[in-house]
């Protein structure tokens, strides 16, 4: 390795650099000023164990069904890649002695390779979404203020190409489980997207923005039509939310 010669220090650089050192000039010890706190370094961490993050086939989402006691925190694992887009929102229900949910759960995800919390576009309490800056593990933990008892779904949208060429993706299909099935489309200000669904009773469109989270068709309102002029430039998230196990389901998404 190649040495690096100090540099000369002169004059009044001789006293800065002594200074720094905690000496004065004529080599008495000066009193320096206490550290200040610095915050520890993120970690890896220690996937070993965690309950797994699983998607079954023909789905974009994985659920779990949990319970935390007050003050309590559980993480998952699941594995994706570098630039998907995901979500990840703790649902609470209400218990059995309470007329109404508690305050849903924090969530927060990290990439478990360097232990790096990754910050979301929208901070909402129960929801995380982003996009991930590399391929391999990664870990969202939930945390509860009150006893809670959530539901857990992480969803990862199916990237959809519409353009003047193209201005229509079809998709059908039966939907595995009751986990949202999720399709992303990138809409620019002033264009009008349309989403068309058919199939089995008590499916429904769940329509909204993934960086504002703004919501074009509400969940709670069990749409199967939805055509507006969007607001703002962004990705959207378009999805299938079944009734049932083996829902079947049509789906027409449309750019003009």
Do not use: N
Not at 48 to 69: C, E, K, Q, V, Y
Not at 140 to 157: D, G, H
């Amino acid at each position: 390795m190649r040495s690096i010669a100090p540099p000369v220090v002169r004059g009044a650089g001789l006293a800065a650099l002594m200074a720094v050192a905690g000496c004065s000039p004529g080599g008495r010890a000066i009193d320096a000023a206490p550290a200040p706190d610095v915050a520890a370094p993120a970690q890896p961490i220690d996937t070993a164990g965690l309950p797994r993050i699983r998607f079954a086939r023909g789905t974009t989402s994985g659920i779990l069904d949990d319970s935390l006691a007050a003050g309590a925190t559980r993480s998952y694992v699941l594995e994706a890649r570098e630039g998907q887009a995901m979500l990840a929102h703790a649902i609470a229900w209400p218990v059995a002695e309470r007329e109404h949910p508690p305050p849903e759960p924090a969530v927060h995800v990290f990439a478990a390779a360097t232990g790096r919390e990754l910050e979301s576009p929208r901070p909402v309490r129960g929801v995380w979404s982003g996009r991930l800056p590399g391929t391999g593990a990664y870990v969202v933990r939930v945390s509860a203020a009150e006893p809670t008892a959530y539901t857990l779904a992480v969803q990862i949208p199916r990237r959809v190409t519409v353009g003047p060429e193209q201005p229509t993706a079809i998709f059908t299909g039966s939907a595995p489980s009751r986990a949202p099935i999720d399709f992303l489309v990138k809409v620019e200000a002033g264009r009008t997207l349309e989403a068309v669904l058919g199939g089995s009773p008590g499916i429904a469109l769940h329509v909204y923005g993934l960086d504002d989270g703004v919501q074009l068709a509400r969940l709670a309102d069990r749409k199967r039509l939805y055509a507006g002029r969007v607001e703002t430039t962004q990705d959207y998230v378009v999805s299938v939310v079944p009734g049932a196990e083996r829902a079947a389901y049509d789906l027409r998404i449309t750019l003009r």
